[in-house]
């Protein structure tokens, strides 16, 4: 019997040919090709990219902390925090990311008396993102059995005691893959700061777009550059779900 081919050989063949496509369509449209008057602006590329990689990072830790403290607040069984928790959500998933970022610039920038672009950019983002993490963490913790809280509890420890002892362990393996996921989605939407003149990979290539006139040689290094910083976690997060389906087949029924 036959093997079937693995998986990456499977992933490179179908990236060959897609490369392939694209390089056909691409050298058989009419259109004169200059890339290098865009290279001769590869420093404002790099500057962007270096400004995209630190908003990125600064926001995924923001919303990090944001997202585990919400989240275990709306799970905590007290009810000021849980409608704290709530409103927090509620206010954040439930408006775009573009307004979001134009209120911290325009209205909460000017009212803490700050007008940097960056600080305010990132925290934005990190909010966003932290809301979304929150309902993962709160989903998480659900979805452990009920009969784990109940023996923690009667084993005489208290509720928040069961949920950092007990419970947040267990919903941790089902939380880092989406958690992981939405790193990429911060990654993605922290081009929406090009809004406010945060000088990231989506401000530069509108830079460079401007002054060269070559559109298509001025984003297409824009989406390479993008897929070079959400590839290898999005690789991560398919790693991670993999490794916990085996965790779990593993486990003795």
């Given amino acids: 019997m036959r093997r079937p081919p693995s998986p990456r050989a499977v992933r490179l063949l179908l990236l060959a040919v897609l490369g392939g496509a694209l390089w056909y369509v691409l050298a058989h449209i009419r259109y004169h090709w200059d890339f290098d008057a ?10 962007g990219f270096c400004m995209t990689l630190a908003v990125s990072v600064g926001a995924i830790a923001l919303g ?6 919400s989240g275990l607040a709306s799970v905590s069984g007290n009810v ?12 954040f998933r439930g408006t775009p990311l573009l307004v979001q970022i134009l209120i911290f610039y325009f209205c909460v920038g000017v009212v803490v008396h700050l007008d940097s672009p960056y600080v305010i950019g990132t925290a934005a983002l990190g909010f966003f993102s932290g809301a979304y993490i929150s309902e ?3 989903a998480g913790v659900e979805s452990v059995d009920r009969g784990q809280w109940e023996t923690a509890l009667s084993s005489g420890l208290t509720r ?3 949920l950092f002892y007990v ?10 893959p989406p958690v992981t996921g939405q790193f990429v989605s911060c990654i993605k939407d922290s081009s929406l700061l090009s809004v406010i003149s945060v000088r990231e990979l989506t401000k530069a290539a509108e830079v460079v777009n401007a002054t060269t006139y070559r559109t298509f040689e001025a984003y ?7 897929l070079l910083l959400t590839w290898p976690l999005s ?3 398919g790693r991670l779900e993999k490794g916990i389906r085996n965790g779990v087949a593993s486990l003795p029924r």
């Fill in 38 to 47: 865009v290279w001769a602006y590869r420093d404002i590329f790099l500057a």
């Fill in 64 to 69: 990090l902390a944001c997202g585990l403290a």
């Fill in 80 to 91: 000021w925090l849980t409608e704290l928790a709530g409103l927090y959500v509620g206010a």
């Fill in 136 to 138: 993962m963490v709160r």
């Fill in 160 to 162: 928040r005691q069961a």
């Fill in 167 to 176: 419970v947040f362990p267990q919903a941790l393996r089902r939380i880092v």
């Fill in 220 to 226: 297409l290094p824009l989406a390479l550059l993008y």
């Fill in 235 to 237: 690789h991560l997060t």
